[in-house]
């Protein structure tokens, strides 16, 4: 069945485009929610004005996203989670939380399908998450998860402890074998 789109759908045509699509698309989807209609003779007569309504509206979104890009450069946002004693935590911080936690703390909204994560968080600790609005605008969101007792601050301190912590089991280690070539 032909369509004219009136409205943009990701992956599939623009605004104002006619497009071959399934018939059960088009009528259980595409025609009652006003995404596209029928394209037949009058409706074709109207691909114009439609182009143009449809470039209005991405041109409308696009500087929406943007502004939301340029908020969320740079940001970081803490997320306190609860966690057994293990470190893992009570549940996992996903893309419904960094972006609930963004509205909550910096009142930005942003899609959840624009936040890029590979897998849940599901331990305590700083991590860097993608945000990719689109080809041209991505970002690194820093998100501390950390426990609701705790100061996010520590956390961000941590790293240099546990550097320090790494270099003295490798003096440990050293004493150790000391002892040993004196017994030999």
Do not use: C, W
């Amino acid at each position: 069945m032909k369509v004219l789109f009136l409205k943009d759908v990701p992956g599939v045509a623009l605004g104002g485009e006619v497009k071959e699509v399934k018939n059960g698309y088009a009528r259980n989807y595409l025609i009652p929610y006003n995404i596209a209609v029928l394209a037949n003779n009058e409706n074709l007569k109207q691909v114009e004005k439609i182009k143009i309504v449809a470039e209005k509206e991405r041109i409308a979104k696009m500087e929406d996203l943007k502004k939301i890009f340029e908020s969320i450069q740079d940001l970081t946002i803490n997320i306190p989670m609860l966690s057994a004693q293990t470190g893992k935590l009570y549940g996992s911080v996903g893309h419904d939380i960094i972006s609930g936690a963004l509205k909550e703390s910096k009142g930005i909204e942003i899609e959840e399908r624009y936040i890029k994560l590979t897998e849940s968080i599901k331990e305590h600790g700083i991590y860097n998450v993608l945000i990719e609005i689109s080809d041209e605008m991505s970002t690194n969101l820093k998100v501390i998860v950390h426990d609701p007792e705790q100061d996010p601050n520590e956390l961000v301190a941590k790293p240099e402890a546990e550097t320090t912590a790494e270099e003295a089991p490798e003096a440990e280690t050293t004493a150790e074998e000391a002892p040993e070539a004196e017994t030999t």
